[in-house]
């Protein structure tokens, strides 16, 4: 399986816009940080965590020319936005398969109505093939998944398990039978924020406690703001099994 962090930082990127905070005008390509997304990969599967609004970009500079199938944590815009850009995908491959709890497609045909119009479609839109997620395992291909949920404040938001590789994003608080769902991995992939507390996000003192309670072999932070700080010295304070993801980092597991 190969692991392809497509983006790691907040709702607003690194550089923020506007912004002369120092790891915002960082020369280092490693505090440069598109919105939140990953590309799982195993044999001949490619899937898609999210598509928020670097998703073309992201799609462009990982050279991915297909893709089986999205992935939605929750509704929000920088997790959601770019899905008008699954076209060129939808024109090569047919209708694009998504999977999500029934709230977010519920917001996705809010959001992209012309996508899931049955009359008077108009030509160039894409068509999916909708797949409800329960908290319950399912299937992609032979790959059984198992969703984990999590709170984002007061929020449901999935994250995901294939095999002993997990996916946690926009996490705040999570309960003890979710937790038991992610003992075994050999990789964890968890959201830091930034160093203080934050009402909906794990700050870095709550994701490196919730690692070591999980206790993965490895553990990757993501969802990342300028706030926590330049990427090379905040790596030197984490323990030696915890790494600070970042754009276009590779792990094959």
């Known amino acids: 399986m190969k692991i392809t962090f497509l983006g790691t930082g907040t709702s607003q990127g690194i550089p923020v816009i506007g912004s002369n905070h120092p790891v915002c005008i960082s020369a280092n390509p490693k505090d440069k940080r598109?919105?939140?997304?990953?590309?799982?990969?195993?044999?001949?599967?490619?899937?898609?965590?999210?598509?928020?609004?670097?998703?073309?970009?992201?799609?462009?500079?990982?050279?991915?020319?297909?893709?089986?199938g999205i992935l939605f944590t929750h509704e929000h815009t920088d997790h959601i936005i770019g899905m008008d850009d699954i076209r060129p995908f939808f024109f090569k491959q047919g209708d694009i398969p998504i999977y999500a709890h029934q709230r977010v497609l519920n917001a996705l045909?809010?959001?992209?109505?012309?996508?899931?119009?049955?009359?008077?479609?108009?030509?160039?839109?894409?068509?999916?093939?909708?797949?409800?997620?329960?908290?319950?395992?399912?299937?992609?291909?032979?790959?059984?998944?198992?969703?984990?949920?999590?709170?984002?404040?007061?929020?449901?938001?999935?994250?995901?398990?294939?095999?002993?590789?997990?996916?946690?994003?926009?996490?705040?608080?999570?309960?003890?039978?979710?937790?038991?769902?992610?003992?075994?991995?050999?990789?964890?992939?968890?959201?830091?924020?930034?160093?203080?507390?934050?009402?909906?996000?794990?700050?870095?003192?709550?994701?490196?406690?919730?690692?070591?309670?999980?206790?993965p072999k490895k553990a990757y932070l993501t969802h990342i703001s300028h706030l926590l700080g330049f990427h090379d010295e905040v790596q030197q304070t984490l323990p030696e099994n915890v790494y600070l993801a970042y754009d276009n980092l590779q792990l094959n597991l």
Request: charged share 25%.
């Open 34 to 68: 598109l919105r939140v997304s990953v590309l799982v990969e195993w044999k001949s599967y490619t899937y898609v965590i999210d598509c928020g609004p670097d998703f073309r970009y992201q799609m462009l500079r990982t050279n991915c020319t297909r893709i089986d």
């Open 109 to 215: 045909h809010k959001r992209f109505d012309y996508i899931f119009e049955t009359k008077d479609r108009y030509p160039g839109a894409p068509s999916v093939i909708e797949n409800v997620i329960t908290n319950l395992p399912f299937k992609l291909n032979e790959m059984e998944v198992i969703p984990i949920n999590v709170n984002h404040n007061t929020l449901q938001v999935f994250g995901f398990r294939f095999n002993d590789f997990a996916y946690l994003t926009d996490v705040k608080t999570i309960e003890k039978k979710e937790i038991e769902k992610l003992k075994g991995l050999k990789v964890l992939v968890v959201n830091a924020l930034r160093l203080k507390p934050h009402y909906s996000h794990f700050n870095l003192e709550e994701a490196l406690s919730f690692i070591e309670i999980v206790k």
